[in-house]
Every structure is written in structure tokens, then in C-alpha cells.
């Protein structure tokens, strides 16, 4: 098991943009947070009113966003226009190449994301775009993954978590698997273990862990290949 304080994760800070990483990223990097197996980019982004980042490429990438505050604004060289408000999320399919930009859909509040990434389970494939809303219902809504809102390129579940004060909730993760948890709001406990807002939590194959919820929790769960 291993635990990823808020505190902890990798700054940065550049006027528009305040962002921090849970994992190694662009300059950034931390031998002991590489990823956690097919996982590789929590980012906890806020944006400038008007601002954002510019077209730029990507390639053979799962890239998922979940907009927590303003409005998130994404174009892509496939014509895809988004205009992404707080309970909608995005999957962009990188495949063998597309170029996009995501910037600040206001011009007077700040925008505040988190974005994704997740190896794709074959390199190559076609691009691809999706978004959805998300219903705010208590309990587990999966996000991406089988059954879910958003198809996504990897035997892969990314799930939201909603829980009221007491709830109970427990995570194992399965041979050759890693699970792992990003708290939103709220907070979760197991023990003298508390995660708040920004932690988050990483179980290997064969672990498991349970969780008695804060009031108004809100998380993140993902199973992916370790």
C-alpha cells in the first residue's frame, strides 16, 4: 500500500496555470511515482480565466477529464468542439495522433480539472472522442470502462464515488492488477488512516482495504493493469 498526500504531489506553477501532478510529469520526476501500472497521469489542474494550453500532440493515450469548477473548453484536429461543465466527462483517444487544445471556456473564473492518462491495451489505434454527463446519485457511477459512460482502449475502470457520513466501502486488488484512490471532497477513513481532498491511495495485487466515509465524499476509484 502506498499513500500519496496532497501536499506531496509534484508543483506546478507558471502564472496561468497551477497544477499538481501525482505522478512524474513533463519536468517533473519522482523515482518512487511513475505510475501506478497502465495509470499514469493524475493532474490536478486550475486555469486562469482565458487562458489554457495551446494545440499541441499526443499519441497512443487514454486521456480523461473530470471538470470539478468553471468550464473547460476542448477543440481537436478531428473537429471535435467541447464545452465541459462540472458533472460531465471527457475521453479523447489519442491512437495514432491528434492534436488539441484545452483552455478556460471564461473569461472571468477559473477553471478546475483533473486530467487523466491511461495506456491504451494495443498502440495504433483510430482517434476517437466521447463525453457524457454524469448523475449524481450516491453510491458508485463508472466513469469509464465496461459499462460504463465512456468506452475506454484498456481492460480499465475508472468509477465516481458519492458516500454520506458512516458509508462503508472496501477495495481489493486483484493478481496482476493495482487499484488506486483519488479523493475529491470529503474524506475517507480506515483506521488512523484518513485521506482528505488531493490524497489519494495505491494497492497492489492481493491488498485490500476498507473505507468508512466523511460526509459528503466524493472519490475516484481505478482498477487497471498492473
Same mark, same amino acid.
Given at each position: 500500500? *502506498?499513500?500519496?498526500?496532497?501536499? /506531496? *504531489? +509534484?508543483?506546478? !506553477?507558471?502564472?496561468?496555470?497551477?497544477?499538481?501532478?501525482?505522478?512524474?510529469?513533463?519536468?517533473?520526476? /519522482?523515482?518512487?511515482?511513475?505510475?501506478?501500472?497502465?495509470?499514469?497521469?493524475? @493532474?490536478?489542474?486550475?486555469?486562469?480565466?482565458?487562458?489554457?494550453?495551446?494545440?499541441?500532440?499526443?499519441?497512443?493515450?487514454?486521456?480523461?477529464?473530470?471538470?470539478?469548477?468553471?468550464?473547460?473548453?476542448?477543440? /481537436?484536429?478531428?473537429?471535435?468542439?467541447? !464545452?465541459?461543465?462540472?458533472?460531465?466527462?471527457?475521453?479523447?483517444?489519442?491512437?495514432?495522433?491528434? *492534436?488539441?487544445?484545452?483552455? @478556460?471556456?471564461?473569461?472571468?473564473?477559473? %477553471?478546475?480539472?483533473?486530467?487523466?492518462?491511461?495506456?491504451?491495451?494495443?498502440?495504433?489505434? $483510430?482517434?476517437?472522442?466521447?463525453?457524457?454527463?454524469?448523475?449524481?446519485?450516491?453510491?458508485?457511477? %463508472?466513469?469509464?470502462?465496461?459499462?460504463? +459512460?465512456?468506452?475506454?482502449?484498456?481492460?480499465?475502470?475508472?468509477?465516481?464515488?458519492?458516500? &454520506? &457520513?458512516? $458509508? &462503508? %466501502?472496501?477495495?481489493?486488488?486483484?493478481?496482476?492488477?493495482?487499484?488506486?484512490?483519488?479523493?475529491?471532497?470529503?474524506?475517507? =477513513?480506515?483506521?488512523?488512516?484518513? #485521506?482528505?481532498?488531493?490524497?489519494? #491511495?495505491?494497492?497492489?495485487?492481493? &491488498?485490500?482495504?476498507?473505507?468508512? =466515509?466523511?460526509?459528503?465524499?466524493?472519490?475516484? =476509484?481505478?482498477? %487497471?493493469?498492473?
Amino acid at each position: 500500500m *502506498r499513500i500519496r498526500k496532497a501536499q /506531496d *504531489r +509534484l508543483p506546478t !506553477h507558471i502564472g496561468w496555470l497551477d497544477s499538481k501532478h501525482t505522478y512524474s510529469f513533463g519536468h517533473h520526476y /519522482d523515482p518512487q511515482w511513475t505510475g501506478s501500472g497502465a495509470l499514469l497521469v493524475i @493532474n490536478d489542474d486550475t486555469v486562469a480565466p482565458g487562458a489554457g494550453f495551446g494545440t499541441h500532440g499526443h499519441s497512443d493515450m487514454e486521456i480523461i477529464s473530470v471538470v470539478l469548477e468553471g468550464k473547460l473548453t476542448h477543440k /481537436d484536429s478531428q473537429g471535435n468542439i467541447g !464545452h465541459l461543465v462540472p458533472g460531465m466527462v471527457q475521453r479523447m483517444s489519442a491512437g495514432t495522433g491528434i *492534436r488539441h487544445s484545452e483552455y @478556460n471556456g471564461s473569461d472571468s473564473e477559473p %477553471v478546475h480539472f483533473l486530467q487523466i492518462w491511461i495506456a491504451p491495451h494495443s498502440r495504433g489505434l $483510430d482517434p476517437s472522442y466521447q463525453e457524457a454527463e454524469v448523475p449524481e446519485q450516491q453510491g458508485k457511477v %463508472v466513469l469509464a470502462g465496461e459499462g460504463g +459512460l465512456l468506452a475506454i482502449n484498456q481492460d480499465a475502470e475508472l468509477a465516481q464515488y458519492r458516500l &454520506e &457520513e458512516g $458509508d &462503508e %466501502v472496501s477495495f481489493k486488488a486483484q493478481s496482476r492488477r493495482k487499484r488506486y484512490l483519488h479523493v475529491i471532497e470529503g474524506g475517507i =477513513a480506515s483506521g488512523e488512516l484518513l #485521506l482528505g481532498p488531493g490524497d489519494g #491511495l495505491e494497492l497492489s495485487a492481493g &491488498e485490500e482495504k476498507a473505507f468508512v =466515509a466523511q460526509a459528503g465524499t466524493r472519490f475516484l =476509484a481505478f482498477d %487497471v493493469p498492473a
